[in-house]
């Protein structure tokens, strides 16, 4: 078992910035990728980021490149967003998520955090 534990939403105005930061406890954390996923309401969960266990290889959706970055600290068992010129679309529930050999896909990923809210005004 792992347990995820998302932090640091908030309120933002456009342009502006938030970085939102994954506890995980419980199982070696290094034998798992990583990943963010958002989901607005109405919409269906999307796949934002992923990092591979090691944190060699990142992965983002087209509608983050360039503006986020995901990274993780293997020694304090969390995994990072940094959210750079925020737009009222990128407002969602973001949740991260853990899972083994796992693609940009939310049904790979075993282990999910209970959410936490990005809000982006215009």
């Known amino acids: 078992q792992v347990q995820l534990v998302e932090s640091g939403g908030g309120l933002v105005q456009a342009g502006g910035s938030l970085k939102l930061s994954c506890a995980a406890s419980?199982?070696?954390?290094?034998?798992?990728?990583m990943a963010w996923f958002r989901q607005a309401p109405g919409k269906e969960r999307e796949f934002v980021a992923k990092i591979t266990r090691t944190g060699r290889i990142t992965f983002y959706s087209d509608s983050v490149k360039g503006r986020f970055t995901i990274s993780r600290d293997n020694v304090l068992n969390t995994v990072y967003l940094q959210m750079n010129s925020l737009k009222p679309e990128d407002t969602a529930v973001y949740y991260c998520?853990?899972?083994?050999?796992?693609?940009?896909?939310?049904?790979?990923?075993?282990?999910w955090g209970q959410g936490t809210q990005v809000t982006v005004s215009s």
């Open positions: 998520a853990a899972g083994q050999n796992a693609a940009a896909i939310a049904s790979h990923y075993a282990y």
């Open positions: 419980g199982r070696t954390f290094n034998v798992y990728d």
